[in-house]
Nanobody, 117 residues
Framework: QVELVESGGGSVQAGGSLNVSCVAS?????MGWFRQAPGKEREEVAS???????QYGDSVKGRFTISLDNARKTWVLQMDSLNPDDTAMYYC??????????????WGQGTQVTVSS
């Protein structure tokens, strides 16, 4: 059973920064961050694929940065210029490539990010 453990998050005022980290028990080809706010659908925030680079959701482009350490078992989402719309539970995810796309099959428990105005 693969484990993903998130850390970080918390509360910050609008305009501030936070980061969330994920440590996996094994290496993956695709790693990412998703978020879900109450009453809203889950949204892909950022992902990184080995040999494919990074991708970001439109709402976070230019503000969030995903990075991966050399061991390929820890990835970090740096969140800058946060606004209240970024408030959500953030989940890390990982998985293999399938048919040329990332397939996220393992999920963390989630960590809360709250941005106040």
């Amino acid at each position: 059973q693969v484990e993903l453990v998130e850390s970080g998050g918390g509360s910050v005022q609008a305009g501030g920064s936070l980061n969330v980290s994920c440590v996996a028990s094994s290496s993956w080809w695709c790693m990412g961050w998703f978020r879900q706010a109450p009453g809203k659908e889950r949204e892909e925030v950022a992902s990184i694929g080995i040999g494919r680079g990074t991708q970001y959701g439109d709402s976070v482009k230019g503000r969030f940065t995903i990075s991966l350490d050399n061991a390929r078992k820890t990835w970090v989402l740096q969140m800058d210029s946060l606004n209240p719309d970024d408030t959500a539970m953030y989940y890390c995810a990982a998985g293999p490539y399938r048919t040329g796309r990332c397939s996220f099959t393992s999920w963390g428990q989630g960590t809360q990010v709250t941005v106040s105005s």
